[in-house]
C-alpha cells in the first residue's frame, strides 16, 4: 500500500497536471481507461483472519471464555495433559518443571500428543529465562542475569538459541523475558533482571525478544515492572507511590524497546501504583490502556498467575470467579493459573459478567479472536509463524 504521504503528493500532482493543462488550452482531459479487471478484483482474504472470523462465529459465549483460560495440569502423560485441556476446552496449557521429561526429543513427543484440534492447537507455555527460571533443565545458555555484564547482542544470540531449543521441543509462547528493572539486590527478581537501569535493561530485552523471533511468542513480564514495587508478587501485591512521570522514565524504556522489538504478549503484574490506580495492574483498564495508547501495544496480554491474588491474604480477591471478571473486564486476552482453577466456576463469572454488561460481549469476542488467530498461525496449516505482530500475526508462503 502506498503511505498516505505519498498518496497526498500524487493528488496534488494530478490536480496540478490538470489545472496547467486547462490554462494552456490543451484538449481536455483523456476519458479514463475502463477499469481493469484485475484492479478492480477484491483483495485477496487473509485465511488465517477468515478461519478465525468463521471459527468465532459458531463459538458459544462459553467457548470463547474457555479458550481465554491458560491452566497447569500436573504430571507427564501427554494424552492425560490435551484431553484435559480439550475437555475443558482451554486455549493454552502451561508447562512446569513436573511436566518435563528427561529429554528434549521426548518433551517434544509428549507436546505433539497433547497438542489438541488439528489446525487449532492450545498455546504451550512455560518459563525458560535461563538461570534460576528454567524448566528445560539442560538450558545452559546465558540468564538475563549473566547478560547484564555482557554486550546486548550477546543477549541475542543466548535467546535466539533458546528459541530454537523451545521450538524444537513443542513449545509456542515463552514466558522468558524479564523487562523489570531491579537495583536492589535483596529483591528476589535480581538475579533475574537484566540490569539496574532501564537503558541497560530496554536493550538486553530488545535484543532477547529479536532473538526469539519466529521461534516462539516472545513474553514481556511483569508490566508495569516489579523492580518499582518492592516485595514478592508470589505471597503479597506489592505496591509503590511512583508517579507515572517517575514510571514512563525509569520503568518503561523496557517494555517500549520490547514492544518495538516485537514481543508479541505482555504479563501484566499483580503489583499496585497506587498514583496511577488503587488496584493491581492486572485488574486495571487504566494500565491496560496506557500499554495500548501510550505504548502502541496491540498484541495478547496475559495475566501473572491468577493464584498468586488469591494467596495474597487481601479479603477483596479471594473469590477465583470474581477476580477473573475483574481481569477480563480489565483487559486481559488470557487468564493464567498455575496452582488451581475451577474452569466451570471461572466460565460462569465470566458469563454473568458479560450478561449483566459488566463485561461488553465485544471484549470477549476481540480476545477469542486474538488468540484464535494465534493459535491458527502456529499450527502450520497456512503457513509458517513470522514476526508480524502489528496485524496480530501474519503468514507467508
Known amino acids: 500500500m502506498i503511505p498516505a504521504p505519498r498518496w497526498r503528493a500524487a493528488r496534488v500532482s494530478l490536480a496540478l497536471l490538470v489545472g496547467v493543462s486547462a490554462l494552456a488550452g490543451c484538449t481536455p482531459p483523456p476519458t479514463p481507461a475502463a477499469t481493469s479487471p484485475i484492479a478492480s478484483r477484491p483483495p485477496p482474504v487473509d485465511p488465517v483472519q477468515q478461519y478465525a472470523d468463521d471459527r468465532l462465529s459458531v463459538m458459544t459465549l462459553d467457548d470463547k471464555i474457555r479458550s481465554m483460560i491458560m491452566a497447569h495440569q500436573p504430571g507427564l502423560d501427554a494424552m492425560g495433559l490435551g484431553q484435559y485441556a480439550s475437555g ?9 518443571g513436573d511436566n518435563i521429561p528427561g529429554s528434549v526429543n521426548d518433551l517434544g513427543a509428549m507436546t505433539a500428543t497433547m497438542a489438541g484440534e488439528a489446525g487449532l492447537p492450545v498455546l504451550v507455555a512455560t518459563d525458560q529465562e535461563g538461570g534460576v527460571v528454567r524448566r528445560i533443565q539442560s538450558d545452559d545458555l546465558p540468564s538475563a542475569f549473566e547478560l547484564r555484564n ?11 538459541q533458546r528459541g530454537r531449543l523451545l521450538a524444537a521441543s513443542g513449545i509456542t509462547m515463552n ?24 537503558q541497560d535493561v530496554a536493550a538486553r530485552v530488545a535484543a532477547a525478544v529479536t532473538g526469539e523471533r519466529d521461534e516462539v511468542l516472545s513474553t514481556l513480564k511483569h508490566f508495569p515492572g516489579h523492580g518499582a514495587a518492592p516485595g514478592d508478587s508470589h505471597s503479597d501485591v506489592p505496591r509503590t507511590n511512583l508517579t507515572l512521570p517517575q514510571w514512563r522514565a525509569e520503568h518503561a524504556p523496557p517494555f517500549e524497546a520490547g514492544v518495538d522489538a516485537g514481543a508479541e504478549v505482555v504479563m501484566f503484574g499483580h503489583l499496585q501504583f497506587d498514583a496511577v490506580d488503587v488496584v493491581p495492574a492486572t485488574l486495571s483498564a487504566r494500565w491496560h490502556e496506557i500499554l495500548s495508547d501510550d505504548l502502541g501495544f496491540d498484541g495478547i496480554t496475559i495475566t501473572d498467575d491468577m493464584n498468586m491474588l488469591e494467596n495474597s491474604g487481601r479479603p477483596e480477591y479471594l473469590s477465583q470467579g470474581q477476580n477473573a471478571v475483574l481481569a477480563v473486564a480489565a483487559g486481559n486476552t488470557m487468564l493464567l493459573y498455575v496452582q488451581h482453577v475451577d474452569v466451570p466456576a471461572v466460565v460462569a463469572a465470566v458469563h454473568a459478567a458479560v450478561d449483566d454488561g459488566s463485561i461488553p460481549t ?11 488467530v494465534a493459535r491458527r498461525t502456529l499450527s502450520g496449516e497456512t503457513g509458517r509463524f513470522v514476526h508480524c505482530f502489528d496485524d496480530c500475526l501474519a503468514i507467508i508462503d
Open 150 to 160: 555482557l554486550p546486548a547482542p550477546d543477549g541475542e544470540t543466548a535467546f535466539a
Open 362 to 372: 465485544t471484549t470477549i469476542d476481540e480476545a477469542a479472536r486474538k488468540l484464535l
Open 175 to 198: 514466558f522468558g523475558i524479564i523487562a523489570d528493572v531491579v537495583s536492589d539486590p535483596s529483591s528476589f527478581l535480581y538475579d533475574r533482571s537484566p540490569g539496574s537501569t532501564a
Open 88 to 96: 475443558q476446552g482451554l486455549g493454552g496449557l502451561i508447562l512446569m
